[in-house]
T-cell receptor, first 111, second 117 residues
Framework: QKEVEQDPGPLSVPEGAIVSLNCTYS??????FMWYRQYSRKGPELLMY????GNKEDGRFTAQVDKSSKYISLFIRDSQPSDSATYLC???????????FGIGTKLQVIP | NAGVTQTPKFRVLKTGQSMTLLCAQD?????MYWYRQDPGMGLRLIHY???????AKGEVPDGYNVSRLKKQNFLLGLESAAPSQTSVYFC????????????????FGPGTRLTVL
């Protein structure tokens, strides 16, 4: 079993839809949770960063962490074609410990 | 401010050939990392460095060597390339190891697509 599980998709939604992306994990020591966006043939770029449990909102993006269920989510409101990309979840237990990435979910927002 | 740059962008090698991938960052970051990204596998850490002159093994170090002679540069070497090393290679850098602030996050380069025939 992988430490981080993420459905690779692809996920296709119409423009304006609310998108929900999710990851589950097995390592209870993880306490830093990140979402990266990766456009085709580009490097990942940080989208959201959350410490421990709770919600964090930034514009159209909301990140949720439920440590009791070992489940994290990224919500995108009013999705736009420019949101079409692969979204990687990532997590870490802090300090020098390595970052563990999910395999990424490919999202396509159709105009 | 170019961030993290990688050269070359693309490369095709024959089995047994050697090559060096160059990563450069202009953010004065202490920490640098080399990852490989393969379909269905996610990003996996090859080697990393916590400062000039230091290197350490990551999750999948076999077949690779690295050097950090200058703070801004991190080189990844393949001494004898194998088809299993066909992948997209990403370099990343960060100011500190992750400890709770967004300033600690890793900034990624654009990647190098390597094919080994």
């Amino acid at each position: 079993q992988k430490e981080v599980e993420q459905d690779p998709g692809p996920l296709s939604v119409p423009e304006g839809a609310i998108v929900s992306l999710n990851c589950t994990y097995s390592n209870s020591a993880f306490q830093y949770f990140m979402w990266y966006r990766q456009y085709s043939r580009k490097g990942p770029e940080l989208l959201m960063y959350t410490y421990s449990s709770g919600n964090k909102e930034d514009g159209r993006f909301t990140a949720q962490v439920d440590k009791s269920s070992k489940y994290i989510s990224l919500f995108i409101r009013d999705s736009q074609p420019s949101d079409s990309a692969t979204y990687l979840c990532a997590m870490n237990s802090g300090g020098y410990q390595k970052v563990t990435f999910g395999i990424g979910t490919k999202l396509q927002v159709i105009p | 401010n170019a961030g993290v740059t990688q050269t070359p962008k693309f490369r095709v090698l024959k089995t047994g050939q050697s090559m060096t991938l160059l990563c450069a960052q202009d953010m004065n970051h202490e920490y640098m990392y080399w990852y490989r990204q393969d379909p269905g596998m996610g990003l996996r850490l090859i080697h990393y460095s916590v400062g000039e002159g230091t290197t350490a093994k990551g999750e999948v170090p076999d077949g690779y060597n690295v050097s950090r002679l200058k703070k801004q540069n991190f080189l990844l070497g393949l001494e004898s390339a194998a088809p299993s090393q066909t992948s997209v290679y990403f370099c990343a850098s960060s100011y500190e190891p992750l400890s709770g602030g967004t300033e600690d996050t890793q900034y990624f380069g654009p990647g190098t697509r390597l094919t080994v025939l």
